[in-house]
């Protein structure tokens, strides 16, 4: 209503830029990542007994480091592109479950229980959310040139674009 600010968590240096999205993970708790080297957090914000609040490091660790990708959670569970790689992670603990597939500083986005992962490179790829084990599904040949952009699903449709062109496919 004020606009005041009601915390804050310092978290790194000015020189690493820190693009991806925080991530609320309940009523408490956030999770933070970003690449060049910063690794991720899970913090906790409580309220104080004079209405001001305190922060909280949970955990720290470099299991995930987005560079400019959103992780996304899913049964206690975050998946995202760890320097290029899709990765799983423990929320709880931050530990890594699995790192693989190579989709360089691309983007991906959560649908159900699969991972749709814009490359770098220009594919897109379908992959398995699951903490048990990394598995790609399959990948389409999407865009001709590098790709930075988020992939959008609208019903049953997925989006995908660069700077220079645009594709809709329609889902199964």
């Known amino acids: 209503a004020t606009g005041a600010k009601l915390w804050d968590f310092p978290w790194g240096s000015d020189r690493a830029p820190k693009c991806a999205q925080p991530l609320p993970t309940g009523e408490d708790r956030i999770f933070l990542s970003a690449g060049y080297g910063m690794g991720c ?13 305190a922060t909280t490091e949970v955990w720290k660790a470099r ?13 206690g569970y975050l998946y995202g592109l ?3 790689f899709l990765a799983c992670v423990e929320l709880a603990t931050g530990r890594r ?6 989709y360089g500083s691309g983007q991906s986005l959560l649908v159900g229980d699969l991972v749709v992962i814009q490359a770098e490179q220009g594919f897109v790829a379908l992959a398995e959310a699951s903490p048990d084990r990394y598995r790609e599904l399959g990948r389409i040949p999407a865009l001709a040139s590098k790709t930075w952009n988020n992939p959008a699903v609208a019903g049953p449709y997925l989006l995908v674009r660069n700077d220079q062109e645009a594709v809709c496919y329609e889902l199964p």
Request: hydrophobic residues 35%; glycine residues 8%; aromatic residues 8%.
């Open 41 to 53: 957090l899970l913090i906790e914000v409580k309220p104080r007994p004079d209405g001001s609040f």
């Open 97 to 102: 479950m699995w790192k693989d597939g190579r």
């Open 82 to 84: 760890d320097d290029g």
């Open 63 to 75: 299991t995930m480091k987005t560079q400019f990708n959103n992780a996304a959670l899913r049964n």
